[in-house]
């Protein structure tokens, strides 16, 4: 079974420019997260996808980013623009049930993002 | 809410056993267990539920101890694949998202 597949897996910008990761998470799947993970820190989370509907947004700077599940599948995450401060890895998850804390989550590689 | 892990890091040789620490100053219905090697992603270990439940993992098992909002993670005659990061995440009540610890880095010597 195909895990969850992210691109790109590396992304160099300038500040001030926009930025966009994909996520396509495991099939059959209907929770989809993003989360940021800062250099020796865990995952925190920006937003749950439960289909395509934001379930859980809280943490998310709408200022700047946004996010999308087209069809209840792909997922989009975008930074609008970038800042110095969102240098890091952005983890995307999937898990079969609806997000509840005994939901498994699996995890793809991630995007690491530098902003320069 | 964030969990607190301890140590935050641990080298061993080879061999040896290491046990992780995951708290929380919030009642728990859920700890999630992870491992992150360098740039991968992180991988599931295992989940425990309120209840004192305990797992086990081939030589990985984890305790939960509802009283001291606490689980631990236990890694007994350790490999070097063992090596990584490991998270911990915390689950508060029946809908809560999970939050995760700042991780406990693992370095396995020959």
């Known amino acids: 079974e195909a895990g969850v597949v992210q691109s790109p897996r590396y992304k160099i910008i300038e500040k001030k420019q926009p930025v966009a990761f994909w996520c396509n998470p495991i099939s059959g799947h209907n929770t989809l997260y993003w989360y940021r993970q800062n250099l020796g820190q865990g995952p925190e989370l920006l937003i749950r996808y439960e289909n395509e509907e934001a379930v859980d947004d809280s943490q998310l700077p709408k200022d700047r980013f946004s996010a999308e599940r087209l069809k209840g599948v792909d997922s989009t995450l975008k930074i609008q623009p970038a800042e110095l401060g969102d240098s890091a890895v952005y983890l995307c998850?999937?898990?079969?049930?609806?997000?509840?804390?005994?939901?498994?989550?699996?995890f793809g590689p991630g995007t690491r993002l530098t902003v320069l | 809410q964030q969990p607190v892990q301890s140590p935050q890091a641990v080298i061993l040789r080879e061999g040896e056993d290491a046990v992780i620490n995951c708290s929380s100053s919030?009642?728990?219905?859920?700890v999630h267990w992870y491992r992150q090697k360098h740039g991968e992603a992180p991988v599931f270990l295992m989940i425990l539920l309120k209840g004192g439940e305990q797992k086990g993992h081939e030589k990985i098992s984890a305790s939960f101890n509802e009283k001291k909002q606490q689980s631990s993670l236990y890694l007994t005659a350790s490999q070097l694949s063992y090596s990584g990061t490991y998270f911990c995440?915390?689950?508060?009540?029946?809908?809560?998202?999970?939050?995760f610890g700042s991780g406990t880095r693992l370095s396995i010597r020959p």
């Open positions: 995440g915390t689950g508060y009540s029946s809908a809560s998202k999970i939050i």
């Open positions: 998850a999937s898990s079969l049930g609806s997000g509840g804390h005994t939901d498994t989550q699996y």
């Open positions: 919030k009642a728990l219905y859920s």
